[in-house]
C-alpha cells in the first residue's frame, strides 16, 4: 500500500487548507485512515482519524470543530479540511492507514511521506 500526502503549503491565521492523501495497491475501503503532524522539534501527534466504512469520525481536541476528515472510498482518496488554522498548526502532516483505528502511530501499517503546513503572518 503506498500513500501519497499533498495540498500543504503556506497560510495566513485564519485560512483554511485542504490536505489529500491518494491511497494505491490495496482498495482503500479495506482500511481505517487518520491523520497525524509532526510540529517542529516535538513528537508526532493525532489529528484525527475514519472508519473504513467512513461512519465514524474522531478528532484531537486541538481540532475539533476546525478541521474536518472524509473519504471518497470509490477515488482511494482520504481529505483533511483545515479552517480557522493557527500558528499552532504548523507541522508536517501524514496520512496513516491501519485495520485497527486509534490515537497512537504505532496501530498503523501504512504511512504517507508527509506534507509541510506553514501557519504566519
Do not use: H
Not at 497560510?11 to 483554511?16: I, L, M, N
Not at 498548526?89 to 509541510?116: E, F, N, R, S
Request: charged letters at 15%; glycine letters at 10%; a positive charge.
Amino acid at each position: 500500500v503506498q500513500l501519497q500526502a499533498s495540498g500543504g503549503g503556506f497560510v495566513q491565521p485564519g485560512g483554511s487548507l485542504r490536505l489529500s492523501c491518494e491511497v494505491s495497491g490495496r482498495t482503500l475501503s479495506s482500511y481505517n485512515m487518520a491523520w497525524f503532524r509532526q510540529p517542529p522539534g516535538k513528537e508526532r501527534e493525532f489529528v484525527a482519524a475514519i472508519r473504513w466504512s467512513g461512519n465514524s469520525t474522531y478528532y484531537a481536541n486541538s481540532v475539533k470543530g476546525r478541521f474536518t476528515i472524509s473519504r471518497d472510498n470509490a477515488k482511494n482518496m482520504v481529505y483533511l479540511q483545515m479552517n480557522m488554522l493557527k500558528p499552532e498548526d504548523t507541522a508536517v502532516y501524514y496520512c496513516a492507514a491501519g485495520l485497527v483505528i486509534a490515537g497512537k502511530p504505532k496501530v498503523y501499517d501504512y504511512w504517507g511521506q508527509g506534507t509541510q503546513v506553514t501557519v504566519s503572518s
